[in-house]
């Protein structure tokens, strides 16, 4: 599958890849800041922003998807960073060509699925219920963006993920539709929601390349159960919380967020 992508900058290439619900949108002020720094792509995973749709969204899939777009690019070895379900794909693009990558960032998600721990349990509700909340929303005849945002509004407190979600807004006649492909990713939130065995032979540490998790200290993304299974998974992780931010570190907290990804990922630093 052929990615929708922005490219910014020169340098070591860095790959960032989007979390559900996300885009490329999501990750522009980062890139900008990021570009004296490294040559930057920020993509679309398939089902998501200008990406094709598809009835698959597997992470081998996404993770394919990813290879073939490495491939295209003739990027050599880039830098790999994946927020939430991004987060994911980088693992999984990590364990099918631990060869080809350069270092990985995860942020705040954990290679464990959600699905099995009971102190995560609310977080699979919270999706449900915005999938539910999107799927009522008549935005066929919805007039403009502050219409939608009332709407939603009905349902959801967050102004920070009101606006998160009515960035997937696209026009469609006089109405709008979904960016994103709400029908598949309804169907599949469950397989979303899953992560990595830590018994199966396949998701066995084979990686020969540094990793990094950020971690929102307001998030429960990450508990003390997936800091344990990460340290199996990767016995060299490096582990950074950032205060005062939640899931969206990136945004909440972006200075620090992006001290901490040029101390990790400065080549120069590390091959000196």
């Not at 539709?177 to 990713?185: A, C, E, G, P, Y």
């Not at 599949?188 to 899953?194: A, D, F, G, P, R």
């Not at 344990?228 to 060299?236: D, G």
Request: proline fraction near 3%; include cysteine.
């Amino acid at each position: 599958m052929k990615l929708f992508y922005r490219h910014f900058g020169n340098g070591w290439p860095l790959i960032i890849v989007h979390g559900l619900y996300g885009s490329s949108d999501n990750w522009l002020s980062v890139a900008k800041r990021l570009e004296t720094h490294f040559s930057i792509y920020l993509i679309d995973l398939r089902n998501h922003g200008h990406s094709p749709h598809s009835s698959i969204h597997s992470y081998e899939a996404m993770a394919l998807d990813l290879s073939e777009f490495i491939e295209d690019k003739h990027i050599e070895k880039p830098i790999l960073i994946g927020h939430s379900m991004g987060g994911k794909v980088v693992m999984q693009y990590g364990l099918m060509f631990p060869n080809r990558v350069q270092r990985v960032v995860v942020v705040d998600i954990s290679p464990l699925s959600n699905s099995h721990n009971q102190h995560k349990q609310h977080i699979i509700e919270e999706h449900k219920s915005i999938i539910s909340t999107l799927k009522g929303l008549p935005i066929e005849s919805v007039n403009s963006y502050v219409e939608a945002d009332i709407m939603l509004k009905k349902h959801i407190d967050s102004e920070r993920l009101r606006g998160f979600l009515l960035k997937n807004l696209g026009r469609q006649g006089k109405g709008f539709r979904w960016k994103f492909n709400l029908t598949v990713i309804a169907e599949q939130l469950e397989s979303i929601m899953q992560g990595f065995e830590i018994n199966n032979p396949k998701h066995v540490n084979q990686n020969s390349f540094p990793i990094l998790f950020i971690k929102g200290k307001e998030s429960d993304y990450i508990d003390d159960d997936d800091i344990k299974a990460i340290h199996q998974f990767y016995p060299e992780f490096k582990m950074v919380g950032i205060d005062n931010a939640g899931h969206w570190v990136h945004a909440e907290q972006q200075d620090r967020f992006i001290n901490e990804l040029i101390q990790f990922c400065s080549i120069e630093a590390h091959l000196s």
